[in-house]
Nanobody, 125 residues
Framework: QVQLVESGGGLVQSGGSLRLSCAAS?????????MGWFRQAPGKEREFVAA????????EYADSVKGRFTISRDNARNTVHLQMNSLTPEDTAVYYC?????????????????WGQGTQVTVSS
């Protein structure tokens, strides 16, 4: 069983930045599989944000965050990060870290086997 714990959320003004972190612990094969970030805004379905392959060599982003968000990982520390710049109120959501079943990136939530509890990001206008 793997535990994923997100941190770094909060309230920020439009145009600001936040860096989310996700720490994995427990029985995890962290360095063997891809990791991803999803988000869910009030009244909306959960959506893919970003993913990174097992080695960190491949990343994938939703069109809505390309050029603003950067996903990275540190396999030695079992952590994954999401650097979010130029935030807008449309980025307001609960952000979830997820561990994939696969080594390569995927945007499909059914390819992820473990999820964190989420961290709230609120962007004020």
């Amino acid at each position: 069983q793997v535990q994923l714990v997100e941190s770094g959320g909060g309230l920020v003004q439009s145009g600001g930045s936040l860096r989310l972190s996700c720490a994995a612990s427990g029985r995890t094969t962290f360095s063997d599989v891809a990791m991803g970030w999803f988000r869910q805004a009030p009244g909306k379905e959960r959506e893919f944000v970003a993913a990174i392959s097992w080695s960190g060599g491949t990343t994938e982003y939703a069109d809505s965050v390309k050029g603003r968000f950067t996903i990275s990982r540190d396999n030695a520390r079992n952590t994954v990060h999401l650097q979010m710049n130029s935030l807008t109120p449309e980025d307001t959501a609960v952000y979830y870290c997820a561990q994939s079943k696969r080594p390569r990136t995927t945007i499909n939530d059914y390819d992820y086997r473990s999820w964190g509890q989420g961290t709230q990001v609120t962007v004020s206008s």
